[in-house]
């Protein structure tokens, strides 16, 4: 039970992460470019993040090898996850988007196989087949074309960051679990706030971030730290005590979150596309966790008949050898 309170870090991470898909529409219909809501991201998570990187020893103990794979992160959650997700929930809807990001468990699967070969569980390349069927169903359930500025074409956004994601989820665990949640988020905040820095004022110059309504500010820094900042760091911290899998499981919950907030919000309503994909997504992510629990309850092989432990004779003590007792 020592573990308990990783997985309560997942389920309220993903929570968080759910919602966000609600306010990214609101936001980006009504008042602000997705970028400049992807750069204010950026600039909230390196504020918090970057002084646990300044101020620990442990930043003057990363080897080459961490610093490399560091910057790949860095660069996979500020382009490839956090401005993917913004511009694909801009362009589709708060359901398509969150039935999407539950792929990453058949994601984050692939990649660990990739990156950490070994034996297949049948039943979990079942389960990640249905996942990926689940989200072909909404990316091509009105063609087979993805034409800008679409409904699909968002939802190949939004696919892009969950790859993304969970990709480095697999690639940055040992870093993890070397220097600690905090430094890593810091080092990458440095180098997120790097690469994005020369475009900061451009979009943000003419946001006119005071003259937003109420509610949109409110949303605006949901999103910024209930929606970025602390759902980040509990889906690190409990990605560095509890495996990749756990992690990209927990994903199912951002589905349920995303989905009550558009249809109270009269953002977006489930149609068959919806149903049929959450179906699909759902079964296989099923077939997934039922393959990893059979995997994890395998038994080790038994030890060879000649060196397995004998009874002990009477009269003979342990490693004794042909002695009696007196």
């Known amino acids: 039970m020592t573990k308990t309170r990783y997985h309560y870090d997942l389920v309220f991470a ?29 600039l909230s998570a390196a504020v918090f993040f970057i002084p646990f990187a300044l101020f620990s020893r442990q930043s003057y103990r990363i080897a080459w090898c961490d610093a490399g794979n560091i ?47 070994h034996r297949y569980v049948r039943i979990r390349v ?31 956004l939004v696919l ?42 451009k979009y943000i110059a003419d946001a006119a971030l005071l003259r937003l ?6 949303e605006l820094a949901y999103i910024l730290i209930l929606g970025t900042v602390l759902p980040m760091y509990l889906l690190y911290r409990g990605t560095e005590k509890l495996t990749s899998v756990h992690t990209a499981l927990y994903r199912y919950i951002q589905p349920f979150a995303a989905g009550i907030l558009a249809v109270v919000r009269g953002q977006a309503h489930f149609d ?31 030890r060879p008949a000649a060196v397995r432990a004998t009874p002990r004779e009477p009269g003979r003590s342990a490693g004794s050898g042909s002695r009696r007792r007196p």
């Open 126 to 156: 079942v389960g990640v087949v249905f996942a990926l069927a689940g989200a072909g169903v909404l990316l091509f359930g009105e063609g087979f074309t993805l034409t800008h500025g679409s409904r699909a074409w968002g939802n190949a």
């Open 71 to 117: 910057l790949v992160v860095a660069l996979l959650v500020v382009y490839g996850w956090m401005y993917m997700l913004v511009w694909g929930s801009s362009l589709t809807s708060p359901i398509d988007a969150s039935v999407i990001s539950t792929l990453g468990p058949a994601f984050t699967l692939i990649t660990d196989h990739v990156m950490h070969p």
């Open 14 to 42: 993903n929570l968080f992460f759910g919602a966000n898909f609600s306010f990214y529409v609101s936001l980006t219909r009504n008042w602000l470019d997705y970028r400049q809501i992807f750069m204010l991201q950026v």
């Open 213 to 218: 309504p109420q509610q949109a500010l409110a």
């Open 160 to 201: 892009a960051a969950v790859v993304a994601i969970a990709v480095n989820t697999v690639i940055i665990k040992p870093q993890l679990e070397r220097l600690g949640t905090l430094v890593v988020m810091g080092w990458y905040s440095i180098i997120g706030l790097a690469i994005t820095a020369p475009f900061f004022w």
């Open 272 to 302: 068959t596309q919806n149903v049929v994909s959450t179906i699909l997504i759902f079964a296989g992510i099923v077939l997934v966790v039922i393959g990893y629990n059979s995997r994890q309850r395998t038994p080790p092989l038994s």
